[in-house]
C-alpha cells in the first residue's frame, strides 16, 4: 500500500471555526490532491499541488485553502467551517499527475 | 469542464448474476480509469485504458473503452459479493488531474 495517511480520521466542528486537515505521504510523489465526496456526487477536486509551494485550483475550492511547505505534508484548510462543508475528505497522491492515483484513508468531518 | 457521467447511479444483483456499469462523456480523452472503492476506504485503481476500441480483462472483470474515446464500460460476470462497492470512472483533465464520475453503487448479494 502506498504510504498516504490523514489526520484527523474524523472530526466533529461547529459552523465558524476553523478546521485543518492534514494528508502525509512517505511517498515522495509530486503531485498531491483533496478531493470531497458527498452522496451521489462522486469525487470533486478541492486543490490540488504541483510540488512544494505550487498549488491550483479545483471545482469546489471555494472556503477551502491548500498549503504545501514540504514534499511529504499537503494540508487543506477551512477557513470558517459551515454545515455544507460537511462531507468525507480524502487525499490523493500520484508521481506525474496523470498516472494512478493512491488515495489515502478520508477524514470524516461534520460541521454543526 | 468535461464531464463524466455514469449510470446507472446504484445496481442490486444477486450473487451469480452479470451486470454492466457505464461511463459516458462528450468529450474525448486520452486515457479512463477505473477505481473501486469499499466502505470506509478510499477508492482503488482497478485499471487504465488508453487505446480508442481496448478491451481488458482483469478475473471476471471486463472494461472497455469506446473507438471514440469517449465512453467505457465494465462489465461483471458471476458477480460475487465481493464485488459489493463504488465503481468510479476517472479522465484526464487539464492540468494534470482527473475528473471523476459520479460513481456507481453496486450490491451483490448472497
Known amino acids: 500500500d502506498a504510504g498516504i495517511t490523514q489526520s484527523p480520521r474524523h472530526k466533529v466542528t461547529e459552523t465558524g471555526t476553523p478546521v485543518t486537515l492534514r494528508c502525509h505521504q512517505t511517498e515522495n510523489h509530486r503531485y498531491m490532491y483533496w478531493y470531497r465526496q458527498d452522496p451521489g456526487h462522486g469525487l470533486r477536486l478541492i486543490h490540488y499541488?504541483?510540488?512544494?509551494?505550487?498549488?491550483d485550483k479545483g471545482e469546489v475550492s471555494d472556503g477551502y485553502s491548500v498549503s504545501r511547505s514540504k514534499t511529504e505534508d499537503f494540508l487543506l484548510t477551512l477557513e470558517s467551517a459551515t454545515s455544507s462543508q460537511t462531507s468525507v475528505y480524502f487525499c490523493?497522491?500520484?508521481?506525474?499527475?496523470?498516472?494512478?492515483?493512491?488515495f489515502g484513508p478520508g477524514t470524516r468531518l461534520t460541521v454543526l | 469542464t468535461q464531464l463524466l457521467e455514469q449510470s446507472p447511479q446504484f445496481l442490486s444483483i444477486q450473487e451469480g448474476e452479470n451486470l454492466t456499469v457505464y461511463c459516458n462523456s462528450s468529450?474525448?480523452?486520452?486515457?479512463l480509469q477505473w477505481y473501486r472503492q469499499e466502505p470506509g476506504e478510499g477508492p482503488v485503481l482497478l485499471v487504465t485504458?488508453?487505446?480508442?476500441?481496448e478491451v481488458k480483462k482483469l478475473k471476471r472483470l471486463t472494461f472497455q473503452f469506446g473507438d471514440a474515446r469517449k465512453d467505457s464500460s465494465l462489465h461483471i460476470t458471476a458477480a460475487q459479493p465481493g464485488d459489493t462497492g463504488l465503481y468510479l470512472c476517472a479522465g484526464e483533465a487539464a492540468g494534470n488531474k482527473l475528473t471523476f464520475g459520479g460513481g456507481t453503487r453496486v450490491l451483490v448479494k448472497p
Open positions: 499541488s504541483y510540488g512544494v509551494k505550487d498549488t
Open positions: 468529450s474525448v480523452f486520452s486515457s
Open positions: 490523493a497522491i500520484s508521481k506525474t499527475g496523470l498516472d494512478e492515483q493512491f
Open positions: 485504458v488508453v487505446t480508442g476500441g
